[in-house]
């Protein structure tokens, strides 16, 4: 089992830039597929950004492509997103989110079997 913890919100002007952290505990988070998403109010979850076990392959949302960057540091038992060119739309919870798995698939930002989340982190951009 493994613990996230979100941090790095905030709030930025449009065509700022953020980065978000996911700290990971409990577990070996080399592991672990992960996923940030991220919601507003009454609207459905977003899938923005995976990665693979080893980082080498990941998966975007058409919306975020060439702006955001997912990456981990597993040595740490840290997964970042790099958010640029912020946009109002943006503005959202963010979450992080991790699977056990053995094979990056595709579509992973689609998959709906995360099953370990943390609480995530408010992002907000203004025009």
């Known amino acids: 089992q493994v613990q996230l913890v979100e941090s790095g919100g905030g709030s930025v002007q449009t065509g700022g830039s953020l980065r978000l952290s996911c700290a990971a505990s409990g577990d070996t988070v080399s592991r672990y597929c992960v996923t940030w998403f991220r919601q507003l109010p009454e609207k459905e979850r977003e899938g923005v950004a995976s990665i693979s076990l080893s980082g080498t392959t990941t998966d975007y949302a058409d919306s975020v492509k060439g702006r955001f960057t997912i990456s981990r540091h597993n040595a740490i038992n840290t997964i970042y997103l790099q958010m640029n060119g912020l946009k109002p739309e943006d503005t959202a919870m963010y979450y992080c989110?991790?699977?056990?798995?053995?094979?990056?698939?595709?579509?992973?930002?689609?998959?709906?079997?995360?099953?370990?989340w943390g609480q995530g982190t408010q992002v907000t951009v203004s025009s």
């Open positions: 989110a991790a699977r056990r798995c053995s094979a990056f698939r595709t579509g992973e930002i689609r998959r709906t079997d995360y099953n370990y």
